[in-house]
């Protein structure tokens, strides 16, 4: 049995929700880097570059890369020989949101009731939180702020079965082309297939936070990662939507079993600023 | 580039083409969904806007809050779409120019072309540059609504793109296909 005190979360989730805010995650500044190289268009290359910089100068001044520094989605994973002390966990991780949006000067974005009266809750929270148990004593959290411009953008299909492969790609291509300079390209993009109505979401979510250049364990879906993202930079939509080849930065797939009469699929789309940062406590 | 100075005129923005890199200079308001919800209620009630706005140009922002000592937070666009609803009748009353990213719908472009009109597009996820060229920033309406109150700004050198000029031309359209065009 390992104690893990509610103020050390909170304290985690707050550093995280400013540091996810304020530095691009590694893998997607060079991404920009490499497709800089590859870009020939002219108004292309100038908008990768102004991402590069954008980039750097939040880095520096610790300020937000983007000014939608979105709703706080904090997964905990949890071995089951933790024992939290010292308050509620949901709690904690609340505090450390409103602690992390207040002091790092993110932008509130969330309202109260969705429909009637949308009312600034002015402190970001409720977060939204997902748990995982685990066996062991680890204790592990990851904030990925995710922004609205491209939130907005995703899509989800229960395919049949007997839609196949190309079901699958025709349903990314359309969520692609809809998105189009809406979800502020280059994207990440994450796609999931299989299990639920309700689980494919959480595996696409997981595909887009997967890093750059990783593949799926199996062949096939690692081959179709590719060639999804080879024929989305074919659009020609480009960055900023002012055309050019660089449309993605990646596209991931994540997968899980499926019911007989099955085949849900989602497409989790990001724009280039996919924030997530991690911690062990 | 095209040197611009706001307020602008339909003169001067007939003389812009879909793809022209431009720095706005000037005076600009900052608006979008709650704030524009607004607008047309007061519209709606036959009461004044908080400001005139013959000839000017709202920019698509929801800023973060700026630190001590800044005057401005991160602030890029917002997508332009969810303002499709209220633009027509804003541009029918003179709004000249929008700042956003994203598609905007055929009312709007319309509107854009009966009355002369441009839709600028700014980089999407370039939050903290584009704070770089705002010099002046005052909460003029609609406090209550924290980053989506109407703030009056004046800008330096904003960089921006015409995606939609006043032929009614678009730059998400066009850049697509000539890239499409060279392969």
């Not at chain 1, 939040?58 to 937000?64: Q, R, S, V």
């Not at chain 1, 492969?165 to 998105?179: C, H, L, S, T």
């Not at chain 1, 879906?221 to 989305?232: F, Q, S």
């Amino acid at each position: 049995m390992r104690e893990i005190q509610c103020k050390d979360i909170i304290e985690t989730i707050k550093t995280l929700c400013i540091e996810a805010t304020s530095i691009l995650p590694q893998d997607v500044y060079e991404s920009l880097q490499t497709r800089y190289e590859q870009e020939d268009g002219l108004l292309a290359k100038k908008t990768l570059e102004v991402l590069m910089k954008n980039a750097d100068l939040a880095k520096n001044k610790m300020m937000p890369i983007c000014q939608d520094t979105g709703m706080a989605f904090v997964y905990l994973t949890i071995g089951q020989e933790i024992h939290i002390t010292g308050g509620s966990l949901k709690e904690a991780v609340e505090e450390g949101v409103r602690q992390g949006y207040q002091e790092g000067y993110l932008r509130k974005s969330v309202v109260d009731d969705p429909l009637f009266d949308r009312v600034n809750t002015k402190d970001n929270t409720p977060a939204i939180i997902y748990y995982e148990m685990v066996e062991g004593d680890t204790f592990h959290v990851k904030v990925a702020p995710k922004g609205f411009g491209s939130e907005n953008m995703s899509q989800i299909k229960m395919l049949k079965p007997s839609d196949g492969i190309e079901g699958v790609k025709d349903f990314v291509m359309k969520v692609v082309n809809d998105a189009g300079p809406n979800a502020c390209p280059p994207m990440v993009i994450g796609v999931g297939i299989g299990g639920s109505f309700d689980k494919v979401t959480m595996l696409a979510k997981k595909a887009m936070m997967r890093d750059i250049g990783t593949h799926h364990p199996d062949a096939r879906y690692a081959a179709l990662e590719d060639e999804l993202l080879t024929k989305i930079n074919e659009t020609g939509i480009g960055p900023a939507g002012y055309g050019g080849k660089t449309t993605a930065l990646s596209l991931n797939i994540e997968t899980f079993p499926t019911h007989i009469a099955g085949m849900p699929v989602a497409v989790s789309i990001c724009c280039h600023v996919a924030r997530h940062k991690e911690a062990d406590l | 580039m095209i040197e611009l100075q706001t307020p602008l005129t339909v003169e001067k923005i007939r003389q812009l083409h879909a793809g022209d890199e431009v720095t706005l200079s000037g005076t600009i308001y900052t608006g979008r969904d709650a704030a524009h919800k607004r607008l047309i209620a007061l519209l709606d009630e036959r009461k004044p806007l908080p400001f005139d706005i013959q000839d000017q140009t709202i920019f698509y922002v929801g800023p973060t809050p700026n630190r001590p000592g800044s005057v401005f937070g991160s602030g890029g666009p917002t997508t332009s779409g969810r303002m499709d609803a209220y633009s027509p009748r804003l541009i029918s009353l003179g709004l000249r120019a929008m700042i956003g990213k994203g598609y905007r719908n055929e009312d709007v472009k319309q509107a854009i072309m009966t009355y002369g009109g441009v839709y600028f597009g700014a980089i999407g996820g370039a939050g903290a540059m584009m704070s770089s060229c705002i010099e002046e920033c005052e909460i003029i309406a609609f406090e209550d609504l924290g980053p989506e109150a109407i703030r009056k700004l004046k800008v330096k050198n904003m960089p921006l793109v015409v995606v939609i000029d006043s032929q009614g031309n678009d730059l998400y359209e066009i850049g697509r296909k000539n890239y499409l065009n060279k392969k």
